[in-house]
């Protein structure tokens, strides 16, 4: 659970992001896993849910540390922080997440998902998919004009 104020924007990393609502002081703790308000679901949703609830367990979702057969879903703002091989964060500690620098209201958190997912693979972009769907849609194709489908 976000431990300090927060809001939801669109990003520059990938569709919306998790951003600082006021500034905050490198080594400050931002976030806790909060066993009582974050989520937890059964793994196993991954393979029987519905296409559509897999999908978004894939995208907000990870492994709970301490129970492998289950994946944790917060419920606040958290669930928006994006991945980044250059964090402002830390997560090393799984369980909480501390400022690594100071973060400037209107910046956005990111963290490395590494960090509390080893198994983290990077889904395909959502923003580079719907940008190539529109420009396809628009008779642009790898950078060239191409014919409309009808």
Known sequence: MMLVPTYVAP???EGVGVFAAE?????????????DFDRLVPASWLETETPTMQDFL???AYPAHNAPDMLVIE?????????SLEPNTDFTK?????ATRNI????????NYTEFDPG??????MVTAFAAAKAHA???ANGEIVAPAF
């Open 104 to 111: 400037r209201a209107g910046e956005e958190f990111v963290c």
């Open 138 to 140: 628009n008779g642009v």
């Open 23 to 35: 500034d905050i002081k490198a080594g400050t703790l931002i976030w806790r896993y909060a066993p």
């Open 11 to 13: 990003s520059d990393v």
């Open 58 to 60: 894939q995208k907000y």
């Open 75 to 83: 419920i606040d703002n958290g669930r928006f922080m994006n991945h």
């Open 94 to 98: 799984v369980v909480e997440g501390y």
């Open 120 to 125: 983290y693979a990077l889904l395909p972009s």
